[in-house]
């Protein structure tokens, strides 16, 4: 199996025709860790959900390759079963489905028809991983997100993507509204998925998560792209010094989208 | 309104059918004269839903086959419903009007329990029926499907339950035509005494996808004082059959009676599902589910009347729309003057999986006491696609993530469902109707 790769080239993202990610070109690989920072509104949940597919976001130009294919011509259900993964900043609720027959339902839905996982199999999986992210066995049996705390979503995010096993994942703020324990679990989780067969790349505004999931390269996102990149110590200068003294050196008054004159 | 064809069936033919039965006369008096009424009543006028153009009229009337046969003889279909027939405790299977396999365990005869056909009844329980048939519950005069429904009943079930006594396993009957023609005139009376309990539990399928007929059922529920009769059903006609159901109840002081009914028939339907808390202290709780499909057109009420001091109702609907399917969700709670201390509850909610489906909820509250609570809520919505997308986005296919969510939807009221067997069988009809 080759190493995935996700390839962004120029990327355009609008919404109700308004454009917010304005050419972005970026590149992940199996086996490494991006972290995508920047402050609020500068186009992050915009990009990764453009990426998923999301209905409200709309690509109006440039190009994204999934391990060679063109990503922006799958629907969504395609574009996970190729192996793209994103953990939603703000995840749905669902009613009536229990999180179980979800997770179930999400599996077979990757498997060839009359190879759907076990129950045995698919409890012990589940127990496991529930286990690590110190889930509670009963939030198995509960409606989907349904009545969860924000912290709870978050663990029901990165229980989804243990159980999925995606080749590449977008984590969008997956630290915000989590206590520094919480943190540390969710980390786990993910530094649980290390290897070579796994791309992350993880969106976050705070310095905190990366200190437990320690990144290969930091991309720093304002207006709508990606300004700066760098490895781990962009990251430390950011939390230090804030985001300041990059908008100085890029003579950016409002790091926002739509600000810019 | 073209009204000549209705009366196809005359009165010769009428008191024949009356006397073939060897009916009592109280019963065939009842028929002549509702056939009488008939003729010049008016249709019923469901609100919101015009039925002038509908079929009530084109329907074979005379009962197929009426030899009983052997559980293993019966189709695979209707032994798929009983399950075991060692397990299957009291079933009656009734078939293109006839009746096509009975049974009554010993336990329900020794306590002095009636089950049985309900031409059997008026033969055998003359009486007993007499004293309640069409009589406080649905009137003959109601409209002219009443009417006819007293004029040319020819099936239906009588379950009768004894003072103090409690039935614990559920009585099944199961109302079956596959031979695409015949009409379903049936009538389900079950009467329970003071504080026995019973639970009764229907099935109505049909074949006739194509070809047109028409189901006219009555069912009227006596619940004693301190009674208990819980009355699931799951109607599941095909696109041929014009259905008109009225299900009744009437409750005494402390009586309860319990409805969980899935409304899943392909055909045109009027469902009208009342009931009558006549005693202090008396319930009722009506939970249904409905799906629309294809162009059908149906209109539902869920009703409760209040008389009784303390007596509390609760409604609960869940529809989905899908296609071209139109309907109207009338739920009435309706508190009587003198009802003082009376509590009615209702929501109604509608899934629209289509811009041409139509589904409207109306929630009415009908109060003429002060003293007494009640509150409804209601709302008509589609799918998210915000959820759509969090489900697809984990590889679920829309068709698939679709039907997650329409299970979650019917979920409230499918999973409150007091029947394990009424459950399962729900959930197997909707899965083939949202497919
Ligand atoms: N659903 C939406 N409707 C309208 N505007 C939106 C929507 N989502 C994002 N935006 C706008 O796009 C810009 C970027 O938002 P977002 O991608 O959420 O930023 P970030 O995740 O970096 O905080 C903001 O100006 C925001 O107001
Ligand atoms: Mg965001």
Redesign the interface.
Known sequence: MSTPNLKIEDLHVAIDDKEIIKGLSFEINGGEIHAVMGPNGTGKSTLSAALMGHPKYEVTGGKAFFNGEDLLEMDVDERAKAGLFLAMQYPSEVSGITNADFLRSAINAKREEGDEISLMKFIRELDKKMEVLEMDSSFAHRYLNEGFSGGEKKRNEILQLMMLEPKIAILDEIDSGLDIDALKIVAKGVNEMRSPDFGCLIITHYQRLLNYIKPDKVHVMMQGRIVKSGGPELAERLEAEGYDWIKEELGIEDETVGQEA | MSVDTSFKFDKDYVSKFSSERQEPSWLAELRLQALEQAQSLPMPKPEKTKIDNWNFTEFKHEVSGNKQVAFHELPEAIRELIGKEEEAGSVLVIRNGAVAYHSVTEELKDKGVIFTDFATAVREHGDLVRNYFMKDAVHVDEHRLTALHAALVSSGAFVYVPKNVEVDIPIQAIYFNDDGETGIFNHVLIVTEDNSSVTYVENYLSTNDESPSVANIVSEVFAGAGAKVIYGAVDNFAKGMTTYVNRRGRAARDGRIEWALGQLNDGNTISDNTTHLVGDGSYTDKKTVSIGRGDQKQNFVAHAIHYGKHSESYILTHGVMKDTASSIFNGIAKIEHGATKSNGEQTERVLMLSEKARGDANPILLIDEDDVTAGHAASVGTI????L??????????T??ER??I??????VV?EIPLESVKSRLIEVIERKVK
Do not use: N, T, V
Request: charged share 15%; aromatic share 12%.
């Open positions: 998210d696609p915000i959820q997308f969090y489900l697809m986005s984990r590889g679920i296919s829309k698939e993530a997650l969510i299970h979650g939807f019917l979920a409230p999973g």
